[in-house]
């Protein structure tokens, strides 16, 4: 009698589970490139902008199961990319200091480059093979530190602070510490799918981080120096393995 309890509770769970999902076995790679604005969150705080930087690299998707109407899958990527902060100097009015000797404002900017490695959760609406879909990308993203450098029209070593509002100058000759990051990538995007073609992708992906780059204990400098990301990017995807189904629209 137990056997054929269980063979009944597995034949039950197979048929519950061939009704709700439809199984996918759909590989693709390709390549993505785009824009990103960055900034690090100090406290005490550091009056800044955005800063613009490239991002590009490898990517890959592997498709499991369609689930109701959401297709769903394994999103990953492998990025260079620049990012970093870009100081505001303002004086005690909120207007840029200018610089005595050469009458431009004065500017600051560091750039820090990176390996960044997204492997996120996949989630689509729409169309697999021909056709848009809209999809959402979510998951953890990791960073190995490269290289750095700074860009200024003063000597950083000895600032105008007369006419600076904030005291705030650590950061500007300081380097990265932590050479590991890691953080939460979210994104939100819109897929055109072409049978022959592939799989042309256009997101909008925010990125926050979880560590800081500089250290952050009692006797340091910065209680926090963590990033958050705003990037913008197309991705070309190819398909190596796909599930063969004539019904897959």
């Not at 780059?213 to 120096?225: L, P, V």
């Amino acid at each position: 009698m137990k056997k054929h309890l269980l063979f009944l509770f597995l034949l039950l769970s197979a048929s519950v589970h061939a009704q709700v999902g439809e199984h996918r076995n759909d590989l693709a790679v390709g390549v993505n490139g785009g824009y990103v604005l960055s900034n690090v969150s100090f406290v005490p705080s550091v009056p800044q902008g955005l800063h613009g930087g490239i991002t590009g690299g490898f990517s890959l998707r592997y498709t499991c199961e369609k689930y109701f109407k959401s297709i769903c899958a394994l999103y990953a990527e492998m990025n260079y990319a620049k990012i970093g902060w870009k100081e505001e100097i303002l004086d005690i009015n909120d207007k840029p200091v200018i610089n005595p000797h050469t009458q431009l404002e004065e500017e600051f900017k560091n750039t820090i480059n990176y390996i960044q490695i997204p492997v996120m959760a996949h989630l689509g609406w729409g169309r697999e093979r021909s056709g848009f879909q809209f999809f959402v990308n979510i998951g953890p993203q990791f960073g190995v530190y490269l290289s750095e450098g700074s860009t200024a029209n003063y000597d950083i070593n000895r600032p105008n602070m007369a006419d600076r509002v904030s005291p705030v100058i650590a950061q500007d000759t300081m380097k990265v510490e932590n050479k590991f990051d890691y953080g939460i990538a979210g994104g939100l995007g819109l897929e055109f799918s072409h049978r022959k073609l592939g799989h042309f992708m256009l997101e909008g992906r925010y990125y926050f981080g979880l560590g800081n780059i500089y250290g952050d204990s009692k006797r340091d400098y910065f209680a926090r120096s963590n990033y958050g990301n705003i990037v913008v990017k197309l991705t070309y995807l190819f398909d190596i393995i796909k599930t063969k189904n004539d019904k897959i629209k």
